[in-house]
Structure formats: C-alpha cells, structure tokens
C-alpha cells in the first residue's frame, strides 16, 4: 500500500514539475525514450511552432517575433531549350520536360507537407514559361491543376524586353538567343516580385527539392529573421 501511494506522490510530482517547465518555457527531455513531456512529442519530431517558436536542439528556443505571412514560389520553366550551353547533356539524357515535371511535382509534394506545419502561411506558385510547346503546357497545367495549391502560368513575351537586355555579353561576345530568353525570364520573375506580399522563392525548372525542404526552410527563416531583427 506503501508503495502505490509512494508511486501516485512521484506521478504527481513528475506532472507538476512538467507543467512548471512548460509554465517557464523550457524543454526537458526523458533520456529514456527520448520523449519530450512539455511538448508531448518525440525527440525525432519538428519541435518548432510556426509563427510562435523556433525549437533547435541543442540551441535552444527562440521566440517568434518575425511570423511568415505568405509565400510566392516563382518557377522558370522552358521545355524547348535541353541545357543553356547546348555543348552539355543532361543526365539521364531525357527530354527536358520530364525534367520539368519531376522537378514541379517535387516543389508541390513539398508544398503539401509544409502546409501540415505552416498551416498558416498562404502560399502561391506562379510558372513563367518561355517557349514550352502546347503539349508539354498542358502536362504542367494537368500536374497543377490536380495539387490543392493555387497557381498561375504565365506565357514570356521577349519583346517586352528586347530593349533591356544588352545585346554584346560580357565576354564580349554576342548575346545568343538562349541567354536572352532566360535573362528575360528572370527579370519578368523579378517583376513579378515586387507585388508579392511576403517571402519569394525563386527557382529554375530542374531542381528536386526534398519532403521537407519547404517546411524547414520557413522554420529556418522565421527563425534567424527573429534572432537577427532583420
């Protein structure tokens, strides 16, 4: 009998001690099974709240005071061009819109995992496409068009920016018509930018981008925007 009381007056203790450490905004750790009871949560699970704490072991906690409102994710597609320096294959040697879909479809399942997270955060894909034919823009529409996440396609006029672009490079050599397109490209992107409300990530249509990539890297700037006050 002892014992059970003995048991209930350490159960009781324990609970109280935690709500203290959570009351003060501390983290403690049962090395045991590597549970977290102030968080209810285990050690290999995201920590952080978005918008209200950023939690990095061992660095500790930092208090949100810079929170994500949106996100405009600006990609740059172009299915005709296979590499900007035509002497260069890329690997696996497929067409260049496999490269594209694959490429988009990555960017969307990260979207969606981010979204459990940064529940949130509005978040926004806009494509600039330059040259892609009917049927590899309709491949990139039926792709969107089957995510939850809202989106644009945005067909590049160069003529909008003949007269901005230089006509001899830098090497002093004459600026070929793949640099053109894709130096248009980027300031039609930057363009586009400056009506965004928030963040913008920009990207080219040949980047695989990781489950989490976009989860953490909002949790990353949060984070470091809230320690720096910038």
Known sequence: MKEIKSQKSKNFLKKLFIKFCRFMGYEIID??????????KNLNETLSESGTKSINLPLGEVKITRKVESLDVIIRTCSSVNMLTQSKKRIFEKDKIEYTLRSINSI??????????????????????????TQDLKKITNLLSASTSNFQLLNLNLADFENKIEKINQKNEETKSNQISNMSNIYKSLQLSKSSKDLIYFVEDDYIHELDSFAEMLFTYERIASLTGR
């Open 108 to 133: 969307l399942r990260s979207i969606i995992y981010a979204k459990k997270y940064h529940p949130n955060i509005d978040i926004n894909i806009i494509i600039v496409d330059h040259n892609s034919n």
């Open 31 to 40: 090395q045991n099974n590597f549970y977290i009871p102030t968080s209810d």
